[in-house]
DNA sequence: AGCTACATGTAACGAGTTACATGATTAT
DNA sequence: ATAATCATGTAACTCGTTACATGTAGCT
């Protein structure tokens, strides 16, 4: 359900087309939600149905037209309602673990290098992650609310990556030792 | 895709019927999946279908009889090859952080409380994992290769709730302050 | 008498992924 | 030429959640 709340938070500042929607997902949002380009369309359609939102069509030159989209009040109302009620952690999926439960049915350099892999990864996100704080958030101090919210949300994507990388140390430390058993 | 593999992978170490691989899931395997028992049972169709996995029907004296489920070698194969391809990390969905970003809606003390809850929630999923650790794996040095990564995948859970307690003082912090704008 | 645990399933719906379809402009 | 970016959508499928359906045993 939280994909129409995402979506409805992100037009609350700005009027977005479902491919800026989509950019924006795909680069700012990457640490508390992703969707892909056609779940945004969809989910655009049904929201403009339930008039939580409307839409404008925007003719552009050398480029195709836009279908932008606006919050309306009864969207706003949806939002806020949602706000209020309490949220569920998210739940843990990583395909990586249950392929650490069944290392055993691989050579053991097949696992270590794909935590390697995943290390890497997460030391990319993590720096563009800082990049964004070192860019966007200089004076924690001088921050409005609305902004501190903000940085909120990024120092979680920065604790999150940080700790991935930590644990693919913690592991590949662990699995590469010498095991008698 | 991976649900099928979890099953297979734990079905690999001993045989359980869908009831007790629910179990089983709620709790040892909460640190990397979750699933439904429905999620379960449909699963276990389909990998009966496809010959990964065969049943025995086993009665129990003032019990309802069981349907316990076994590995097949085709099965094996299916998670061994699994194992070897690259796995994507996990797609981050989290609500309390759409939440956070549309903080503004609400009074403050609602999503400062909220944190609170949360905080609370991976408080509490620490001390049972760190429950585990000690009566499990006491001492990591005598563990074997298979062990090491059951418990890479605790250590990972630790790890996680540890990060998300951080970072629920973090936000807390930020957002109670005074802020002038 | 009512709750919890044991035990298995069907049906419907909502959310997420993948493939397909179309067509213009800009950069290499 | 051909690839990438811009721009919107449909269709099919899989995965995850919620509700419904059924019945026994043991505890309070």
Redesign the interface.
């Known amino acids: 359900m939280?994909l129409a709340?995402?979506i409805?938070?992100t037009l609350?500042d700005e009027a977005y087309s479902g491919y800026d929607l989509w950019k924006k997902f795909s680069q700012t949002k990457?640490?508390?939600?992703?969707a892909s380009q056609q779940q945004i369309y969809r989910e655009l359609g049904k929201l403009e149905k339930e008039e939580a939102i409307d839409s404008e069509i925007i003719a552009q030159k050398g480029r195709p037209a836009k279908k932008i989209y606006q919050i309306t009040d009864k969207g706003?109302e949806k939002?806020?309602n949602?706000?209020?009620e309490?949220?569920?952690?998210?739940?843990?999926?990583?395909?990586?673990?249950?392929?650490?439960?069944?290392?055993?049915?691989?050579p053991?350099s097949?696992?270590l290098q794909?935590i390697e892999?995943?290390r890497q990864?997460?030391t990319q996100q993590l720096s563009v992650y800082k990049e964004i704080e070192q860019q966007n958030f200089p004076d924690?101090s001088k921050?409005?609310?609305?902004q501190?919210?903000?940085?909120?949300?990024l120092?979680?994507?920065i604790?999150?990556e940080?700790?991935?990388i930590?644990?693919c140390d913690?592991?590949i430390s662990?699995?590469s030792?010498e095991?008698s058993?």
Chains 1, 2 share one sequence.
């Open positions: 939280a709340h995402t409805l938070a609350g990457a640490c508390y939600w992703q706003i939002l806020k949602w706000v209020l309490p949220a569920e952690p998210m739940a843990i999926r990583e395909d990586l673990l249950v392929k650490v439960i069944s290392a055993h049915l691989a053991k097949v696992i794909e892999r995943h990864i997460h924690v921050l409005s609310y609305k501190k919210c903000i940085y909120a949300t120092r979680c994507g604790g999150y940080s700790y991935r930590s644990w913690e592991a662990l699995l030792e095991t058993k």
